[in-house]
């Protein structure tokens, strides 16, 4: 059964810091990765989506990267800001059941200080 | 304007009642899913569609109901036996394989 994992579960860093985001899965069987960005009380906004055959894809300041065969996603964030305050979930979309089912971590939130 | 929608933001019932969450989309996507999200969990999979007239069940399917009468609207019904109703519940399509939110719907039941 897949499992996604997330570290650190919240994360506070000052304004200007690069940082990255962890994400953990069990089965290397998957489709994609995709990263979401969720603000208080609000939808899922997508950030990311890397193919299972892909290493990394890159939009702004954002870097996510894919390892499959460790079960492993970062996602890097340049000269964080303010605005970059929100939760940061990943998801994995299996390949092993006739559905396309997505697997969700728990997140991590992350907090800019100005 | 394209996007998903969901009526209404937040939701009051009283316990017994059953309630029904509106998802509608123009995204022209065939797949659409429930999912709800608690505090401190992931997203977990309540039901989804992948044509008109066929929905399955998710993963916590128990005390829920859909219909999928149209390509874009996907109704959830949370009946009085779901034992937790209180919630944050999420709307969702896919298309090429990457999903697409709506902004949510809170439901509290007292």
């Known amino acids: 059964k897949q499992e996604v994992t997330q570290i650190p579960a919240a994360l506070s860093v000052p304004e200007g810091e690069n940082l990255v985001l962890n994400c953990s899965f069990t089965d290397s069987a998957i489709y994609n990765l995709q990263w979401f960005r969720q603000d208080p009380g609000k939808g899922l906004t997508s950030l990311l989506l890397?193919?299972?055959?892909?290493r990394e894809q890159t939009s702004g300041r954002l870097n996510a990267s894919l390892d499959k065969s460790s079960g492993r996603s970062t996602l890097y964030i340049a000269a964080s800001q303010p605005g970059d305050s929100a939760t940061y979930l990943c998801?994995?979309?299996?390949?092993?059941?006739?559905?396309?089912?997505?697997?969700f971590g728990p997140g991590t939130s992350l907090s800019v200080i100005p | 304007d394209g996007g998903i929608t969901q009526s209404p933001k937040y939701l009051f019932r009283k316990e017994g009642q059953n309630v029904t969450l509106s998802c509608e989309q123009n995204?022209?996507?065939?797949?659409m899913y429930w999912y709800r999200q608690d505090p401190g969990q992931g997203l977990r999979l309540i039901y989804y569609s992948q044509i008109v007239n066929d929905f399955q069940k998710g993963d916590i399917a128990e005390g829920y109901s859909v219909s999928r009468e149209k390509k874009e609207s996907f109704p959830l019904t949370v009946t009085s036996a779901q034992k937790n109703p209180t919630a944050f519940y999420l709307c969702?399509?896919?298309?090429?394989?990457?999903?697409?939110f709506g902004p949510g719907t809170r439901l509290t039941v007292t």
């Open positions: 998801a994995v979309r299996g390949m092993k059941t006739s559905y396309d089912k997505v697997i």
């Open positions: 995204l022209n996507h065939d797949a």
């Open positions: 890397i193919q299972s055959s892909q």
């Open positions: 969702a399509t896919a298309g090429g394989y990457e999903q697409y």
